[in-house]
């Protein structure tokens, strides 16, 4: 007959043996309202990018923190606003600033862009604000960033993951491709437009003809 008490004994039980790691869910609901709040006492605007904001598009991906657009110089006063004894405040590589805070369950990067590619991050907040287009999460209403300007954030990258993202948001039947086209020959250049068609397509969107092939030396119509 097992101890009752075997369990207090401090000794591992069998289940705990079988564990292989475990998953912390993350909760954006307080990363969201702590940055927006922080934003709105800059009286700056801002838009929801990154995997919540996929999320929002209907396109589920997982992710461990809250992204946010925000114009140059706002972050840092942001994460001021934020910061406490156990807050983490951190340059990010790309432009902006990310904050931790285990014990407030804050994840948030505030993404400005500030090295390269600013002007299309700058825009995208325009456009969000503009458009009126909100996001609810955790019951915090956000602006919520263009499905348009989101692919041409993601293309930015040329990470494997954000590639991904590219081909589900070209999936989605409300994309406008032409905008979304635009957008990126405007702030990423042509080469960046070409790779775009190229994988518009791949997944079969039809506003990209596939064309005719071209045989060795025959001059294009």
Same mark, same amino acid.
């Given at each position: 007959m097992s101890d009752p008490d075997s369990s207090r004994s401090g000794e591992p039980d069998q289940a705990d043996e079988n564990i292989i790691g475990e998953v912390q869910a993350f909760d954006p609901g307080p990363s969201v309202a702590a940055a927006a709040?922080?934003?709105?006492r800059q009286g700056a605007g801002f838009a929801l990018i990154g995997g919540l904001a996929l999320e929002a598009w209907g396109i589920p991906r997982a992710t461990k923190d809250a992204d946010f657009a925000v114009p140059v110089g706002?972050?840092?006063?942001a994460a001021e606003a934020l910061r406490a004894p156990t807050t983490e405040v951190r340059p990010l590589r790309i432009g902006g600033v990310g904050i931790r805070d285990s014990e407030?369950? *804050?994840?948030?990067d505030l993404v400005d862009r500030r090295f390269h590619f600013g002007p299309l991050f700058q825009d995208a907040i325009r456009e969000a604000s503009k458009s009126g287009r909100k996001a609810r999460v955790g019951g915090r209403d956000v602006s919520l960033v263009s499905l348009e300007f989101l *692919?041409?954030?993601? *293309?930015?990258?040329?990470?494997?993951?954000?590639?991904?993202?590219?081909?589900r948001i070209l999936q989605r039947e409300e994309l406008d491709y032409a905008t979304a086209r635009t957008i990126v020959e405007s702030y990423l250049g042509a080469a960046s437009a070409n790779r775009l068609d190229a994988m518009a397509r791949e997944v079969g969107r039809p506003e990209v003809s596939r064309g005719r092939l071209y045989r060795n030396g025959e001059e294009p119509e």
């Amino acid at each position: 007959m097992s101890d009752p008490d075997s369990s207090r004994s401090g000794e591992p039980d069998q289940a705990d043996e079988n564990i292989i790691g475990e998953v912390q869910a993350f909760d954006p609901g307080p990363s969201v309202a702590a940055a927006a709040a922080a934003l709105d006492r800059q009286g700056a605007g801002f838009a929801l990018i990154g995997g919540l904001a996929l999320e929002a598009w209907g396109i589920p991906r997982a992710t461990k923190d809250a992204d946010f657009a925000v114009p140059v110089g706002v972050a840092e006063a942001a994460a001021e606003a934020l910061r406490a004894p156990t807050t983490e405040v951190r340059p990010l590589r790309i432009g902006g600033v990310g904050i931790r805070d285990s014990e407030r369950g *804050l994840r948030i990067d505030l993404v400005d862009r500030r090295f390269h590619f600013g002007p299309l991050f700058q825009d995208a907040i325009r456009e969000a604000s503009k458009s009126g287009r909100k996001a609810r999460v955790g019951g915090r209403d956000v602006s919520l960033v263009s499905l348009e300007f989101l *692919l041409a954030m993601k *293309l930015v990258s040329g990470e494997p993951k954000d590639d991904i993202d590219v081909r589900r948001i070209l999936q989605r039947e409300e994309l406008d491709y032409a905008t979304a086209r635009t957008i990126v020959e405007s702030y990423l250049g042509a080469a960046s437009a070409n790779r775009l068609d190229a994988m518009a397509r791949e997944v079969g969107r039809p506003e990209v003809s596939r064309g005719r092939l071209y045989r060795n030396g025959e001059e294009p119509e």
